[in-house]
């Protein structure tokens, strides 16, 4: 081996010593007390189905098996690349655990905002339509309008904000970032945490119609094309705050905007085409655009983590 690479390799081994060493000094006992908050929360997550389906559905007990199963796959794939795999030396164990439970946390939030923003129209959509069912004719009009803002202000702009809110929560992490990915593993590990807890809210609650056949499309779809997407706005928001750490710029509601406008559009859309395909008919054929976007958001995740990968040296803090 060249006597350069050699020393080069000695210098990054120290320096990540260093900052391993420095972590584990700052936060003492964190990753512990992390560990433990995720390990409560699985294992109540994998009592409530058996929970549910002994008062409920007791001849459903061979579904509840399901739900933990299907629900955290996908979620724990997607930050094995994200950060597993090649990128173990940018965060530590303690911050990636506390992330996925502040994802976590964040569904409490997010679900109180979203029955708020829904409450005004929940008379006339027990009265006129269900978003389960076909669009009565002459209901069309209020139906779409209703799905462009479930989609957009509900669903998107909600849950994107949290997302970018978590950025705040970097204030207390900057001592240890040294890398600008170190940001986007930590934000996209709030939006895995969200997502896999939305993800098997959805699947718990198709094992409760009985149907193993559905409840097997319902996890395989969210597993490939809701879960990724989650992930996908996270990088997106992650890489544009590792930006803000490269540049030194300040938040304003001009950076927030440029930081959201991107995931804000991919999540709309996605939802939208996800409820009109829910139609059934020729409106199936709106699934097809959740597969693009999907694709583009992996696209324009991968060009700006190569960007953001591209300025190796330590962040002004």
Known sequence: MDEGVELDLVEEDSDEKEFNDFVSKQYPGQFRGCAIALAVIIILLILLPIILF???EPGLLKLM???PILAFPSGIIILWFVYFWKDRDKATYAEISKFILIGFLMVIPIIIMESIETLPFMPKLMSQFSLKGQFESEEIGFAIGFI????????AFTEETAKFLCCLLLKAHEPTITKPYT???????SALGFAILENYGYILSSALGGDVTETLIEAGTRAVLSVPLHAITGILIGCKMAQHYIQGASITLRFCLSALWIPLILHGFFDICAFGGAQGGYWQFLYIGNVMLVVLGIYLSYKNIALVKSVPQLLPI
Do not use: D, K, Q
């Not at 462009?148 to 669903?155: E, K, Q, T």
């Not at 940001?183 to 590990?189: A, E, K, N, R, W």
């Open 65 to 67: 098996g399901l739900c």
């Open 148 to 155: 462009f803002y479930l989609s957009f202000i509900v669903a």
């Open 183 to 189: 940001v986007v593993i930590l934000i996209t590990s």
């Open 54 to 56: 002994s008062v409920y």
